[in-house]
């Protein structure tokens, strides 16, 4: 059984978006469900802070043994933070994908577009 | 990313599939030219997956390559790894593949690629499952006697990854007599899978040892990273003239392995060339992926 953390908001590409401190920026990484799906995770590439992505766009990808997957920005905005530490310890995605684990860091530029994403129910419903 | 939850008809649900055989150009649909370079290879497999994401059937397709080409998985080492000039040197092309995975010297083999939706397949890890048994049926239909394999585990960063993909077999690879006889490896993007992978006819494997260097691949980049240790040899493979006894016929293995892919997708393979959008479109990729800066960019 996946686990779908109830306050958190996820896309139908089984990205989550999770609050942090700062109001406008949220943290961005892939769910429970897909690092399971995925199995041991041996890379990931992210794109560097001060780049902006729209909703949807692909942002990096991320490599198990033999299969690679893009990536895709759950909400436009830009990145501020990337998690530089994946890059000695992919696995972290694997281990602690809502905490650890996490991908970037971005600032959010339309607030509405939270609105389009899914709620944990939801979600739950989408990977069945 | 993509991925799809599991389907109950995992093997049956995926009718109505092309057949390509090389670059899909030939006078008899379906039966183009076998061999063709690294880059046309890719961007060929690449085309057709973009293809499917705008509503094409799924397709399997089987080509070889020519001149012999060392294929880098998309995010593997390669600089300081790998010594471009011994690659020109031996005659060897080099590309780096949209899949994941390590580096495979393609030379006397045959190359499969299976393009489709994840989700008719149960999913990209139930499709790598599925088509190596597809392989293993195929196989099986020239008398060999492969199975999957439980696998090793790989640890560590693929990036910092030094070793050849047939080194040693991942779980469900096909192998033969505990040595690894097909090399696979996976993209996913928006909805569609590319899995490729090369089922060895005869030669050898080490020859990539022979392609590795401690020195500077160009082009040179002063970011780059003090180059890994080199390998030794990849000693776990095997090659289907080693099990059989004599020089496979390429077009006889391509049979056997169409008459796998029906039996365990329960569909009919239709034969024909490439679409016309398919030509144009591998005709433009066929720049990215003959571009240095992709194939030496780590």
Not at chain 1, 72 to 99: F, H, M, Q, R, T
């Amino acid at each position: 059984m996946s686990d779908v953390p109830a306050d958190l908001l996820y896309s139908e590409e089984h990205e989550y978006l999770k609050k942090t401190e700062t109001a406008d920026v949220y943290q961005v990484g892939i769910t429970d469900y897909a690092q399971g799906e995925l199995g041991d995770v041996v890379y990931v590439e992210l794109p560097s802070a001060g780049e902006t992505y729209t909703r949807g766009a692909v942002f990096g990808t991320v490599e198990a043994v033999k299969a690679v997957s893009d990536l895709y920005c759950p909400i436009s905005g830009e990145i501020v933070e990337v998690n530089a530490s994946l890059g000695d310890d992919p696995g972290k995605v694997n281990s602690d994908p809502y905490g650890a684990g996490w991908m970037v860091k971005i600032r959010i530029s339309d607030e509405t577009e939270r609105d389009t994403l899914l709620g944990p129910d939801e979600y739950t419903k989408h990977i069945g | 990313m993509t991925t799809a939850p599991d389907s109950s008809d995992r093997d049956g649900g995926a009718g109505g599939w092309r057949l390509i055989v090389g670059t899909g150009s030939g006078a008899v649909p379906g039966v183009g030219p076998v061999a063709a370079s690294g880059a046309v290879n890719m961007a060929i497999d690449q085309a057709l997956l973009e293809s499917l994401q705008q509503g094409g059937p799924p397709v399997l397709r089987f080509y070889a390559w020519q001149p012999a080409c060392l294929s880098l998985g998309r995010n593997q080492a390669a600089r300081g790894l790998y010594d471009a000039d011994r690659l020109a040197a031996a005659g060897i092309d080099v590309v780096r593949r949209p899949t994941g995975g390590l580096a495979v010297l393609h030379d006397r083999e045959l190359t499969y690629s299976v393009v489709s939706a994840p989700g008719p397949l149960g999913g990209a890890r139930a499709a790598y499952a599925s088509i190596n048994r597809a392989l293993v049926e195929g196989l099986r239909c020239l008398g060999i006697a492969a199975e999957q394999a439980a696998g090793l585990k790989i640890r560590g960063p693929v990036s910092q990854a030094a070793e050849p993909c047939f080194q040693a077999p991942a779980a469900g690879e096909v192998v033969a007599g505990g040595r690894k006889l097909v090399g696979s490896a996976q993209r996913c993007e928006r909805g569609a899978l590319l899995q490729h992978g090369s089922i060895l006819l005869s030669g050898s494997q080490a020859r990539v040892r022979d392609l590795l260097s401690r020195g500077v691949a160009p082009p040179a980049s002063p970011a780059a990273p003090a180059p890994p240790a080199p390998p030794a040899a990849p000693e776990g493979s095997i090659t289907l003239e080693e099990l059989s006894g004599r020089e496979p016929d390429v077009h006889a293995v391509i049979a056997a392995m169409c008459s796998g892919f029906e039996r365990t997708f329960g569909t009919r393979l239709a034969p024909g060339p490439l679409g016309q959008r398919e030509n144009v479109r591998a005709k433009q990729l066929v720049r990215r992926f003959g571009n240095d800066e992709w194939t030496w960019r780590r």
